[in-house]
Antibody
Framework: HVQLVESGGGVVQPGRSLRLSCAAS????????MHWVRQAPGKGLEWVAV????????YYTDSVKGRFTISRDSSKNTMYLQMNSLRAGDTAVYYC???????????????WGQGTRVTVSS | EIVLTQSPATVSLSPGERATLSCRAS??????LAWYQQKPGQAPRLLIF???NRATGIPVRFSGSGSGTDFTLTISSLEPEDFAVYYC?????????FGQGTRLEIK
């Protein structure tokens, strides 16, 4: 069965960096686009970034452009989110999610991880 | 970006009743609308995709309808496990966007 497991969250000071990981299993990771979606405390869902199946296309929400970098390593069945210059507004639970469309990203999220919490605070 | 507005913000119903949740888009999203369910402390779960298609394993009491700018999620007869927050999401235009959620609570 499909499983996504995030890790790497924690408490970090403003301006510092953090790298999140998403380990995938139960499907052919290299065939699917993958996303990061976040949820601030008590708030709704916000799409953050997507990476195509082959890593050649990456897109970000405006608020993280230039600060966050999405990547993947298909040899490890793992996706990453490198977060630099973190701000208080980045505080959230970060979920990785699979896009069910083969190769290209259709902007749908059919399987989600359990999330990893990121707190940006001094 | 496309803004999705869900109504009501909160709805209180009893088990066995019918629930009707609405989602309105700021511009047409064709049929590229999905619904997710989220329970406290859990990740969202995909219920409906492309307006009216149930995701794998979703009970038949969940149904979706609509196209263009107006969409509805209907739960025909509420079960105790259905009380949760529901989000709509569009994938017609990038970036994908979510509604603010409707909380379905037990009356």
């Amino acid at each position: 069965h499909v499983q996504l497991v995030e890790s790497g969250g924690g408490v970090v000071q403003p301006g510092r960096s953090l790298r999140l990981s998403c380990a995938a299993s139960g499907f052919t990771f290299s065939s699917y686009a993958m996303h990061w979606v976040r949820q601030a405390p008590g708030k709704g869902l916000e799409w953050v970034a997507v990476i195509w199946f082959d890593g050649n296309n990456k897109y970000y929400t405006d608020s993280v452009k230039g600060r966050f970098t999405i990547s993947r390593d298909s040899s490890k069945n793992t996706m990453y989110l490198q977060m630099n210059s973190l701000r208080a507004g980045d505080t959230a639970v970060y979920y990785c999610a699979r896009d069910p469309h083969i190769t290209a990203a259709g902007g749908l999220f059919d399987y989600w991880g359990q999330g990893t919490r990121v707190t940006v605070s001094s | 970006e496309i803004v999705l507005t869900q109504s009501p913000a909160t709805v209180s119903l009893s088990p066995g009743e019918r629930a009707t949740l609405s989602c309105r888009a700021s511009q047409s999203v064709s049929s590229y609308l999905a619904w997710y369910q989220q329970k406290p402390g859990q990740a969202p779960r995909l219920l409906i995709f492309d307006a009216s298609n149930r995701a794998t394993g979703i009970p038949v009491r969940f149904s979706g309808s609509g196209s263009g700018t107006d969409f509805t999620l209907t739960i025909s007869s509420l079960e105790p496990e259905d009380f949760a927050v529901y989000y709509c999401q569009q994938r017609s235009n990038w970036p994908p966007t979510f509604g603010q959620g409707t909380r379905l609570e037990i009356k």
